[in-house]
């Protein structure tokens, strides 16, 4: 059995909010450095709006979007419709350290 690591990276206001209209409501380069280093060669997972807010699949990693809609797709990222599926995704994929980087949003956060 692979064991895998399950780790939310987030980056918050004080208020807690993590984004306005599908934004980050700041532009923090030293955070979006930090973001991509710790998230390089790993399997990221994300709901459908935070992907469509990232706007294409982040290189350097496994790219997986979570979304309830069955005929979505994105070339370059694999699709789930659970949590679970999605770490089935990760696993099943060589190339990438065992660990799973939830990167978003607000729902995939709260289903982890």
């Known amino acids: 059995m692979i064991k895998i690591n399950l780790s939310i990276i987030v980056a918050m206001a004080k208020n807690r909010v993590i984004g306005i209209n599908n934004q980050l409501p700041w532009r923090l380069p030293e ?11 790993k399997p990221i997972v ?3 709006k935070t992907f469509e807010s990232i706007g294409r699949p982040l290189p350097g990693r496994l790219n997986i979007v979570i979304t309830r ?6 070339n370059g990222v694999k699709v789930a419709s659970s949590l679970n599926q999605a770490k089935d995704l990760a696993i099943s994929t060589r190339g990438f350290k065992p660990e799973i980087m939830i ?7 709260n289903s982890t």
């Open 31 to 41: 955070d979006l450095k930090y973001f991509k280093t710790v998230t390089m060669n």
């Open 69 to 74: 809609n069955t005929n979505w797709c994105f």
């Open 103 to 109: 990167i978003g949003g607000s729902e995939i956060y």
């Open 46 to 48: 994300m709901g459908r």
